[in-house]
T-cell receptor, first 115, second 111 residues
Framework: DTAVSQTPKYLVTQMGNDKSIKCEQN?????MYWYKQDSKKFLKIMFS???????INETVPNRFSPKSPDKAHLNLHINSLELGDSAVYFC??????????????FGEGSRLTVL | AQSVTQPDIHITVSEGASLELRCNYS??????LFWYVQSPGQGLQLLLK??????LVQGIKGFEAEFKRSQSSFNLRKPSVHWSDAAEYFC?????????FGAGTRLTVKP
C-alpha cells in the first residue's frame, strides 16, 4: 500500500487553465505539506496543514489554494496557470509535534508542465 | 529563521571511494536535522536524522552523519560509495509543521 499517494503523476496543460492535484496519506499522520521542486531541484515549502488547519502559508500566489477536507487529504488547486508554475509538486506528511519523529513521508511527485 | 546551505551543487566520486556531503544550518534553537535522498523520478526518502544525544548518527544504506554544533554542520558520510548511490541528496532542518531543505547535492558515481 502506498503511504502517500498523489494524483496525477503527470499533468500537461495550457496557460490560463485551472488544475488540481490530489494527495492522500494512509499513515494516520496529523500534518500534511505541499512542496514545489523547480527545475534546479530546489525544494520549497508552500503550505502545511495540521489537523485540517493551515499552519504555514509561504509567499505563494493566491492562485494556489490548498484544501484539506480531512487530515488524510490535502489537495492543491491552481488557478490561471502560468509558465512559471511548471515544476514537480510533492505532497508529504508527518506526525505532529509531541509525537514527533520529524520524518516527512513523501509522495512520488506530480510533474506539472504549463505550455 | 531556519535555513540550510549545501555548498556543493554536484559531486563526482569513483565507485568504492569515500564520500562526504556538506551541510550547514542556521537555527535559533537545538535543531532537528535530516538527510534525504531522491532518486531520479522519485520522492524523497529519509536516510537519517538527528534530534539529540549521540552526535554521530547512523542511517540506512551505510550512511552516517555527524552533528557539530560549533560548526553548525551536519555532514553526511559514507566510507565506500556504490553505483546505486547516485542520486540527489538533501539536507533539511526543522521539525513537524516546518521542514526547510537545502538546495541539494547531486552525486555522480564513476565506474
Amino acid at each position: 500500500d502506498t503511504a502517500v499517494s498523489q494524483t496525477p503523476k503527470y499533468l500537461v496543460t495550457q496557460m490560463g487553465n485551472d488544475k488540481s492535484i490530489k494527495c492522500e496519506q494512509n499513515l494516520g499522520h496529523d500534518t500534511m505539506y505541499w512542496y514545489k521542486q523547480d527545475s534546479k531541484k530546489f525544494l520549497k515549502i508552500m503550505f502545511s496543514y495540521n489537523n485540517k488547519e493551515l499552519i504555514i502559508n509561504e509567499t505563494v500566489p493566491n492562485r494556489f489554494s490548498p484544501k484539506s477536507p480531512d487530515k488524510a487529504h490535502l489537495n492543491l488547486h491552481i488557478n490561471s496557470l502560468e509558465l512559471g508554475d511548471s515544476a514537480v509538486y510533492f505532497c508529504a506528511s508527518s506526525q505532529s509535534l509531541g509525537q514527533n519523529t520529524g520524518e516527512l513521508f513523501f509522495g512520488e511527485g506530480s510533474r506539472l508542465t504549463v505550455l | 529563521a531556519q535555513s540550510v546551505t549545501q555548498p556543493d551543487i554536484h559531486i563526482t566520486v569513483s565507485e568504492g571511494a569515500s564520500l562526504e556531503l556538506r551541510c550547514n544550518y542556521s537555527y535559533g534553537a537545538t535543531p532537528y536535522l535530516f538527510w534525504y535522498v531522491q532518486s531520479p523520478g522519485q520522492g524523497l526518502q529519509l536516510l537519517l536524522k538527528y534530534f539529540s544525544g549521540d552526535t554521530l548518527v547512523q542511517g540506512i544504506k551505510g550512511f552516517e552523519a555527524e552533528f557539530k554544533r560549533s560548526q553548525s554542520s551536519f555532514n553526511l558520510r559514507k566510507p565506500s560509495v556504490h553505483w546505486s548511490d547516485a542520486a540527489e541528496y538533501f539536507c533539511a532542518v526543522g521539525g513537524s509543521n516546518d521542514m526547510r531543505f537545502g538546495a541539494g547535492t547531486r552525486l555522480t558515481v564513476k565506474p
